[in-house]
């Protein structure tokens, strides 16, 4: 019901950093969790990580010391930082909203259409 829209991705050699962003809309950050999710080519997606309306978070064990989530609510927007990317982290990457604080994919809503990342020499 609430729309969400993720943008940052590109194209980066191995060892380098993007910064995703997901912006939400109608005050969303105030109330949900807000959970990154990610789909490498011919799989299924997986979880990355999540942040709470307080600020609380969760972290796949896969992607936790080197990608981390924030949020900025006066811009309606959470964050995904990536550090130390590796080919395996090529894919799409998409955020939805939840009422809870997991990792769970069926307790989230509204899938954007999510951003590219590419990571290769």
Request: net charge negative.
């Amino acid at each position: 019901q609430y729309e969400l829209g993720e943008s940052g991705g590109g194209f980066v050699q191995p060892g380098g950093s993007l910064r995703l962003s997901c912006t939400a809309s109608g005050h969303t950050l105030d109330y949900y969790t807000i959970g990154w999710f990610f789909q490498a080519p011919g799989k299924e997606r997986d979880a990355l990580s999540c942040i709470s309306n307080k600020g609380e978070t969760i972290y796949s064990p896969a992607v936790k010391g080197r990608f981390t989530t924030s949020k900025h609510n006066a811009k309606d927007t959470v964050f995904l930082q990536m550090d130390d990317l590796k080919p395996v982290d090529t894919g799409v990457y998409y955020c939805a909203y939840s009422d809870y604080l997991d990792l769970a994919e069926d307790d989230f809503d509204s899938w954007g259409q999510g951003t590219q990342v590419t990571v290769s020499s």
